[in-house]
Nanobody
Framework: QVQLVESGGGLVQAGGSLRLSCAAS????????MGWFRQAPGKEREFVCA????????YYTECVKGRFTISRDNAKNTVYLQMNSLNSEDTAVYYC????????????????WGQGTQVTVSS
């Protein structure tokens, strides 16, 4: 059983930056592929980006390419999401998730989820 705890959310002005962290415990973190998702009020949870177990493969949804960077530190059991050039459309609760057997954009493919951290971008 893997437990995930996100942190780093908050209120930021448009154009600003935030770095989210997701700390994992209870499992062998380096064997899990990780994803970040987000959910805005009244909308479905959507894929943001993913990274494979070793960190050598990443991919992003189109609207965050060039602005967001996912990374991981397996020694610290942590995955990060660096978010730059934030805009109001990035306002959402951000979740990290874990799975084995490859990266995926689908929420249903992930086995473990954190509780989420709120990101609010003011214009």
């Amino acid at each position: 059983q893997v437990q995930l705890v996100e942190s780093g959310g908050g209120l930021v002005q448009a154009g600003g930056s935030l770095r989210l962290s997701c700390a994992a415990s209870g499992g062998t973190f380096s064997t899990y592929d990780m994803g970040w998702f987000r959910q805005a009020p009244g909308k479905e949870r959507e894929f943001v980006c993913a990274i494979n177990w070793g960190g050598g493969s990443v991919y992003y949804t189109e609207c965050v390419k060039g602005r967001f960077t996912i990374s991981r530190d397996n020694a610290k059991n942590t995955v990060y999401l660096q978010m730059n050039s934030l805009n109001s459309e990035d306002t959402a609760v951000y979740y990290c998730a874990a799975r084995r057997m490859g990266q995926s954009k689908r929420t249903s493919d992930y086995d473990y989820w954190g509780q989420g951290t709120q990101v609010t971008v003011s214009s």
